[in-house]
């Protein structure tokens, strides 16, 4: 499966964004997809999860309550909603797929998108 990420940008603190992951190839929907995100002299941490059937999403603590994950297999596409935007917001945000059901660490996903560039202003 081939992953294409997009939406990101310029946000000004306290805004929002909708980050996109498009997929093409295999069937989507038997996938988990993931977010994660990479700031400059750091690890690519995890963000977000959402399981195959959509019943289930995870969040790493630092955007709970803030982040929403969702998805429309139909469109082929997972979506981030970031709202209440902060500047340590700021990475590069790459989606992910896995058929595993473990979500939070990156080597157990199989494919990657190209990464799209989040940065938050204060």
């Known amino acids: 499966v081939q992953l294409q990420a997009s939406g990101g940008g310029l946000v000004q603190a306290g805004g929002s964004l909708r980050l996109s992951c498009t997929a093409s190839g295999r069937t989507f929907s038997s996938y988990a997809v993931g977010w994660f995100r990479q700031a400059p002299g750091k690890e690519r941490e995890f963000v977000a999860a959402i399981s195959r059937s959509d019943r289930n999403t995870y969040y790493a603590d630092s955007v709970k309550g803030r982040f929403t994950i969702y998805r429309d297999n139909a469109k082929n596409t997972v979506y981030l909603r970031m709202n209440s935007a902060k500047p340590e917001d700021t990475a590069v945000y790459y989606c992910?797929?896995?058929?595993?059901?473990?979500?939070?660490?990156?080597?157990?996903?199989?494919?990657w998108g190209q990464g799209t560039q989040v940065t938050v202003s204060s």
């Open positions: 992910a797929a896995t058929t595993d059901s473990s979500y939070y660490t990156p080597t157990t996903y199989d494919y």
